[in-house]
């Protein structure tokens, strides 16, 4: 089956730790994203890539970095410098920027803080 | 930026009744879908809906993209209904909705 899978379900961080969060496709798609959600809210962008290697920032990317070296893969650590990282994270991907197409999403990672 | 909103934001049915959700717009429209949250956190695509009118089962859709907002029909509500409902929107990168988070009771 085509889809995206987000590995762990549930991670936990210890102060000070950077942790990274998975996120294979498997759908061909150029365009992939990570989204930040706190309870009760809605979804934040953290950062989008169209290409492989190559990402831009979104509306809340400081603590937080990622790399593209495959079409298939978009990981993101959550690094130290975050201080308040307890949230559920959710990834994304589209056909391409180009394109008016639909997001798929991820079933997420719950992050928590020991 | 986009700014989306949703109304209302909080919902309680009774089994069998229907409802409407709203999503408005501040910006012209290109990319639209409505998504359902479960209660495990699972974002369910119900809708890609950019403009025009869309059915699946007793859930409908419509966009009014030139009046910059969409309507989420929800008809003869189930319990399995009940979760929170988002809306987004954006080119490349989407802005959600806060959602409208619904009760069906049995």
């Known amino acids: 089956d085509g889809g995206i899978t987000q590995s762990p379900k549930y991670l936990f961080r210890k102060e000070g730790q950077n942790v990274t969060l998975s996120c294979e496709q498997n759908?061909?798609?150029?365009?992939m994203y990570w989204y930040r959600q706190d309870p009760g809210q809605g979804l934040r962008l953290i950062y989008y890539?169209?290409?492989?290697?190559?990402?831009q920032k979104g509306d809340i990317a400081e603590g937080y970095s990622v790399s593209r070296e495959k079409k298939e893969s978009f990981p993101l650590t959550v690094t130290s410098a975050q201080k308040n990282p307890t949230a559920f994270y959710l990834c994304a991907s589209s056909i391409g920027q180009h394109s008016n197409q639909p997001q798929h999403f991820g079933d997420g990672t719950r992050l928590s803080i020991l | 930026g986009i700014q989306v909103e949703q109304s209302p934001p909080d919902l309680i049915l009774q089994e069998g009744a229907n409802s409407t959700l709203r999503c408005n717009f501040s910006d012209s429209v290109n990319n639209l879908q409505w998504f359902h949250q479960n209660p495990w956190g699972q974002l369910i695509n119900l809708f890609y809906?950019?403009?025009g009118t869309k059915q699946n089962g007793r859930l409908s859709a419509t966009t009014v993209a030139t009046e910059r907002y969409s309507l989420l029909y929800i008809s003869s509500s189930q319990t399995t209904d009940s979760g929170v409902y988002f809306c987004a929107s954006g080119t490349y990168k989407y802005i959600f909705g806060t959602g409208t988070r619904l009760k069906v009771l049995a």
């Open positions: 809906i950019p403009s």
């Open positions: 890539s169209q290409i492989v290697n190559d990402f």
């Open positions: 759908l061909n798609h150029d365009a």
